[in-house]
């Protein structure tokens, strides 16, 4: 079992930078593929970066590619997300996830995760 909590998420304005954090509980974090996706006021939740167990491999949305960075600290159990450059269109409450301990693929479906956080709002003004 994984337990998620996500932190780190305001009130800026476009162009600013933003870092959420993600603390995981449990002693498998380090063999746990890592995601980030949001969900937007009305809309469905999306995908937004993923990154392998080891931290080797990540994976972005087009739509944050070169903004957004992933990472991870597996010592310390907690996942990040760098976000630079905000725009208005980045508003939505994210979420951290996490794959089954022995599912080692990134993915960037929200049906390959299997626990999840409550989520941190970020909002972004014009």
């Known amino acids: 079992q994984v337990q998620l909590v996500e932190s780190g998420g305001g009130l800026v304005q476009a162009g600013d930078s933003l870092r959420l954090s993600c603390a995981a509980s449990?002693?498998?974090?380090?063999?746990?593929?890592m995601g980030w996706f949001r969900r937007a006021p009305g809309k469905e939740r999306e995908f937004v970066a993923t990154?392998?167990?080891?931290?080797?491999?990540?994976y972005y949305a087009d739509s944050v590619k070169g903004r957004f960075t992933i990472s991870r600290d597996n010592a310390k159990n907690t996942l990040y997300l760098q976000m630079n450059i905000l725009k208005p269109e980045d508003t939505a409450v994210y979420y951290c996830a996490a794959r089954g301990t022995g599912d080692s693929a990134i993915a960037s479906s929200d049906r390959y995760y299997t626990y999840w956080g409550q989520g941190t709002q970020v909002t972004v003004s014009s």
């Open positions: 449990g002693r498998t974090f380090s063999m746990n593929v």
């Open positions: 990154i392998s167990s080891s931290g080797g491999s990540t």
